[in-house]
């Protein structure tokens, strides 16, 4: 299914009394398919999780979105109305599914009342350990029995998460890449307790809604795109501290040749293609000489000593003004939405 497709259809809605006696009726626990998932809880208004909000509702879903301030709930459904207005510019959404879509979201600063009646609840709060075990606990004595409880986290295990519960294997984490509502990746991450009904419902619900999702099933820190993008960083870094090339050169290399081929085909894929025999003989000669050191370069360390942390501060490895940094992010935009459009 096509990524933005997903925004087409509208998804049945049943009220809670509905879908309690529906459960009754069917006489076993919810959550084993996806269209028994119908009430989403966002907790977290910030980057991710208004982006996160957004797909469902764009999908048809009901959606709770708690913040812990009013400004943040108004801020969320602002953004959600300007990432719509952009995709209808860009011919991905029709004008009348933007003008519904944010009508389904509902922001609200009363934790108990947004997830009491979730099927489904995604924390997109800050990465830190302590704050989402303490959320998860919280979560795990408001919500229903039945509700399965997902982390957005990139960085801990859902087993860390699923101690804070009583229900470890409702637990687990889906990995979204930024901006949410233009990648299509999920990496759904099951931890040592996560049931294989909960993998499958989450699984077919991300696909339901227009998502590529894929499953991590072993735990392993950075899951499978971060572990790769690391590799990849660690490399780069070190052949601009080494003096072998610059960053601009060492983009330009990833935009003009790998970075175009991964765009439609992964890595075994290209090298399928290629054959093993040749890429091995090839690789054999360079594997031994990359870098393979578990420290941070220090090129990218004296950066962070210097404040010089990117778009963030105006200076990175490049030198940022508030237009180049737009023109970066609308040209990021464009290129994530044609590609999705011919691939």
Do not use: C
Not at 49 to 74: K, P
Not at 259 to 271: D, L, M, Q, S, T
């Amino acid at each position: 299914m096509p990524y933005f497709s997903g925004y087409m259809q509208e998804q049945p809605k049943l009220n809670r009394r509905t879908r309690h006696v529906q459960r009754q009726r069917l006489g076993e626990p919810f959550g084993m398919e996806p269209n028994r998932i119908q009430r989403i809880t966002v907790i977290g208004a910030g980057l991710m999780g208004h982006g996160i909000a957004q797909e469902f509702a764009l999908a048809g879903f009901e959606v709770a979105l708690y913040s812990r301030t009013d400004e943040g709930a108004r801020q969320a459904i602002a953004n959600i109305r300007a990432n719509l207005e952009r995709l209808t510019e860009l011919g991905i959404v029709r004008p009348d599914q933007a003008d519904a879509a944010p009508m389904r979201v509902r922001p609200t600063r009363e934790f108990d009342a947004a997830v009491g009646d979730a099927d489904l609840v995604i924390e997109a709060v800050p990465e830190n350990l302590a704050l989402k075990q303490e959320l998860f606990e919280r979560l795990d004595a408001v919500s229903p029995e039945g509700a399965i409880l997902a982390s957005t986290t990139s960085t801990y295990m859902p087993s860390q998460l699923a101690t804070a519960t009583h229900r470890p294997e409702r637990v687990v984490v889906t990995h979204y890449f930024n901006p949410p509502y233009l990648v299509p990746l999920v990496e759904i991450v099951r931890g040592e307790a996560t049931s294989d009904d909960v993998l499958s419902a989450v699984h077919g619900l991300l696909r339901q809604i227009g998502k590529r999702p894929v499953v991590v099933q072993k735990e392993v820190p950075g899951f499978i795109g971060n572990r790769l993008q690391a590799a990849l960083l660690r490399e780069a870094l070190w052949m601009v501290q080494r003096g072998v090339a610059t960053p601009e050169d060492v983009d330009t290399v990833i935009k003009n040749s790998i970075g175009r081929r991964w765009a439609v085909a992964g890595v075994f894929e290209i090298f399928d293609l290629g054959g093993w025999d040749v890429v091995t003989s090839a690789a054999s000669s360079i594997i031994a000489d990359l870098e393979s050191s578990s420290e941070l370069p220090q090129v990218a360390l004296e950066r962070v000593e210097k404040g010089e942390l990117g778009v963030k501060t105006g200076k990175g490895f490049y030198e940022w003004t508030p237009d180049s940094a737009d023109a970066l992010r609308r040209r990021l935009t464009q290129a994530l939405v044609r590609i999705e459009q011919w691939s």
